[in-house]
T-cell receptor, first 114, second 111 residues
């Protein structure tokens, strides 16, 4: 069964450093998403991406964040200058279509900012 | 205002019991609701979705939407220890893209 994959599974970084989280969405999917989950809190939407453009973003997704689809298979989330409060699980998701299409989630990357 | 609200529990039940999980939602015009299951340190996995009002059944799982009270429910019959997980309600609300999740209810089924 096709699945979303994410690398690395755990990333430790120093405050102020840049990190790039990587995702490989399901191959025929066209819409891509990032969510995050701070420990003990709910899953929060960050951004959605379609046709090489951001289609929607939350207030969390400020100028420190960016997304990119550098090639035909990867989808990345970059945090330019990490803060302690960026420590969270980051989940990538993808869908074939928009709206009510099922979002398939990856296993997540645990980001720890020291 | 949050799109969905969910009591985080936790909930502990003996094996074989019925598990009842609930969420409320903020806008009666919302039409599409999902239940995701999340095992520890894993990504959410879609369990069931319902559209508008009524019931939907899939094996031991039943999802209900009550539009009059803006309430969504998930019932797990004959619960098993493997059902131990966090259950998240979600809705796209009026968005074409994002899902808004509840806080998640952590369920433990004791053998």
């Amino acid at each position: 069964e096709p699945e979303v994959t994410q690398t690395p599974s755990h990333q430790v970084t120093q405050m102020g450093q840049e990190v790039i989280l990587r995702c490989v969405p399901i191959s025929n999917h066209l819409y891509f998403y990032w969510y995050r989950q701070i420990l003990g809190q709910k899953v929060e939407f960050l951004v959605s991406f379609y046709n090489n453009e951001i289609s929607e973003k939350s207030e969390i997704f400020d100028d420190q964040f960016s997304v990119e689809r550098p090639d035909g298979s990867n989808f990345t989330l970059k945090i330019r200058s990490t803060k302690l409060e960026d420590s969270a699980m980051y989940f990538c998701a993808s869908t074939a279509g928009v709206g009510t299409d099922t979002q398939y989630f990856g296993p997540g990357t645990r980001l720890t900012v020291l | 205002q949050k799109e969905v609200e969910q009591d985080p529990g936790p909930l502990s039940v003996p094996e074989g019991a019925i598990v009842s999980l609930n969420c409320t939602y903020s806008n009666s015009a919302f039409q599409y609701f999902m239940w995701y299951r999340q095992y520890s340190r894993k990504g959410p996995e879609l369990l069931m979705y319902t559209y508008s009002s009524g019931n939907k059944e899939d094996g031991r799982f039943t999802a209900q939407v009550d539009k009059s009270s803006k309430y969504i429910s998930l019932f797990i019959r004959d619960s098993q220890p493997s059902d131990s997980a966090t259950y998240l309600c979600a809705t796209p609300g009026f968005s074409d893209y994002k899902l808004s999740f509840g806080a998640g209810t952590t369920v433990t089924v004791r053998a």
